[in-house]
């Protein structure tokens, strides 16, 4: 089914669909719990925002610990396998959610169930989501790669954002159906439905590269640490607004926390499906450049004009910006990495996005702690900054090699 050639958005969406709707069905189950953890954490476990920054960033961690194993086994074996075990496991995630919140009455037991769900969702990203890039380049053709990546991304903040602000409806239900009861049983059915479908579907065969062998897990990590470095940066922004402007606007008595994490998917959304050619017109790194700047814009708006307003504004800006830094990115990383290691780069280069991540949550929280809520959006605006100013210094660098 691999094509050499490039296709029409319309065939290649076509093309990619049967498999994308796993991935949605995965971000959706990352997503319905991850405006509510930091509140249960806090309001119904009585944590500090540390804990809470870290109950969520404990996902990342996971992911990031099995993002190398994810795609050597899909270079080696194919995507297929992969994604039925993340679709497993992440409806395993989704039963321990429900058990975390009946035992709320004991909140370090409580916490303890918590941490392995997110382990678990973490283990699930990686697999599952890892598989379904792998799977979907593998039906367009490699030249395809940025359409895969962008619409892989339009799957995952887009179930991120939906699902978080269904799961703040969700988690503010009355009486027993509130809390993470109806999250975490939502979060078992669906993957496990499209579990049975993805088992309809032909495994696919691992690509074979007659001049070229696979490469080794540290040689492929040095391959894309710079551009991986550079999409740390970005996802600072993404854990500022995910992990934190809940609690924000709970702490301002604010209104409207779901109207700003609708906005980010939002506008995440429609800049990948709308601006996802940009990066064949002009560059990775071009398109990396002025994403990071559009990020620190909407960061420092919360700052400078700290109300609902400018976070709801600040949310669209930075969903806007981080939209497109991954396929930018991940698109010359994988062309540095070369065919034959096609989804361990993808999954190596994932690893500095899970790591930003896993670090930046509790790291926020501590600031939280230290300076208040608002404080951590001046730290996300400063480092997007940094962020522009080193894919400039990296695109001199490698510009002529890759473009």
């Known amino acids: 089914m691999q094509s050499s050639q490039r296709l029409t958005q319309a065939t290649s969406f076509t093309r990619i669909f049967p498999v994308l709707i796993f991935n949605l069905a995965l971000y959706l189950n990352i997503g319905l719990p991850m405006a509510a953890i930091p509140l249960f954490v806090s ?36 995507p297929r396998t992969s994604v039925l075990r993340g679709l497993l496991v992440a409806g395993i995630s989704g039963a321990l959610l429900f058990i975390a919140d009946v035992s709320s009455a004991a909140p370090w037991l409580a916490l303890a169930v918590l941490a392995i769900s997110r382990l678990a ?113 970005g996802s600072v922004g993404f854990s500022a607004v995910w992990s934190f402007m809940a609690l924000a606007f709970a702490a301002n008595s604010w209104a409207g926390t779901p109207v700003a994490l609708l906005l980010f998917g939002l506008f995440f959304i429609g800049v ?24 620190a814009v909407g960061m420092a708006l919360i700052v400078l004009f700290y109300s609902p307003l400018a976070a ?9 910006g981080f939209s497109l830094i991954f396929p930018a990115l991940g698109t010359l990383a994988v062309e540095r990495a070369g065919p034959a290691n096609r989804a361990l780069a993808i999954g190596s280069f994932s690893l500095f996005q899970d790591l930003g991540i896993a670090l930046s949550s509790p790291l926020l929280g501590l600031v939280i702690d230290g300076a208040g809520y608002r404080s951590i959006y001046l730290v996300a605006a400063v480092v997007a900054a940094l962020g522009a100013l080193l894919c400039h210094r990296l695109h001199r660098r490698l510009g002529n090699a890759l473009g």
């Open 272 to 295: 990948r499906i709308f601006g996802s050619d940009q990066i064949n017109r002009y560059g990775g790194f071009t398109v990396t450049l002025v994403s990071l700047i559009v990020e």
């Open 312 to 320: 709801m504004l600040g949310a669209a800006l930075c969903g806007a």
């Open 43 to 78: 309001h119904e476990l009585k944590f500090s925002a540390v804990i809470a920054g870290f109950a969520v960033s404990l996902q990342y961690i996971a992911t990031f610990a099995s993002r190398p194993s994810a795609g050597r086994r899909i270079d080696r074996r194919g």
């Open 121 to 233: 969702l973490g283990w699930a990203e990686s697999w599952g989501t890892t598989g379904v890039i792998a799977w979907n380049i593998h039906r367009l053709g490699a030249i395809n790669t940025p359409f895969a990546i962008s619409w892989n991304g339009v799957c995952s903040y887009g179930g991120i954002a939906v699902g978080a602000a269904v799961g703040l409806m969700l988690y503010h239900l009355p009486g027993a159906f509130g809390g993470l009861t109806t999250i975490g049983l939502l979060s078992l059915v669906m993957p496990l439905a499209c579990w049975c479908l993805c088992k309809t579907y032909t495994p696919v065969r691992p690509e074979r590269h007659e001049n070229a062998a696979p490469s080794g897990f540290r040689e492929v990590f040095k391959q894309v640490l710079p551009f991986g470095n550079v999409l740390i940066t």
